[in-house]
């Protein structure tokens, strides 16, 4: 079983930045594929980022340019720099971890909440 917990949320005004951590528990997270998702009220959950166990990462396109994905095996954690933030970033924003396999192993983070507002 692998746990997973956010952290780094908060208040801020637009054009400023926050950068958000997940820590996931146990010894496989080196081989595991990881990834920023956002679900704003009343929307469904999107993907903001990954990174690849590898560090490849992506980026959805209204992120492009202002966030940064990035992951520290040593410290079995995951980052989110967000930088520019805007009104609509305003999401609870959760942390993913897998491991492929038959079935894949997936593991959800409980979200930390980001609220952009002037």
């Known amino acids: 079983q692998v746990m997973v917990v956010e952290s780094g949320g908060g208040l801020v005004q637009p054009g400023g930045s926050l950068n958000l951590s997940c820590l996931a528990s146990?010894?496989?997270?080196?081989?595991?594929?990881m990834g920023w998702y956002r679900q704003p009220i009343g929307k469904q959950r999107e993907l903001v980022a990954r990174i690849s166990s590898g560090g490849i990462t992506n980026y959805a396109d209204f992120v492009k340019g202002r966030f940064t994905i990035s992951r520290d095996n040593a410290k079995n954690t995951m980052y989110l720099q967000m930088n520019s933030l805007k009104p609509e970033d305003t999401a609870v924003y959760y942390c993913?971890?897998?491991?492929?396999?038959?079935?894949?192993?997936?593991?959800w983070g409980q979200g930390t909440q980001v609220t952009v507002s002037s």
């Open positions: 146990g010894s496989i997270f080196s081989r595991s594929d």
């Open positions: 993913r971890s897998s491991v492929s396999g038959r079935p894949p192993l997936v593991y």
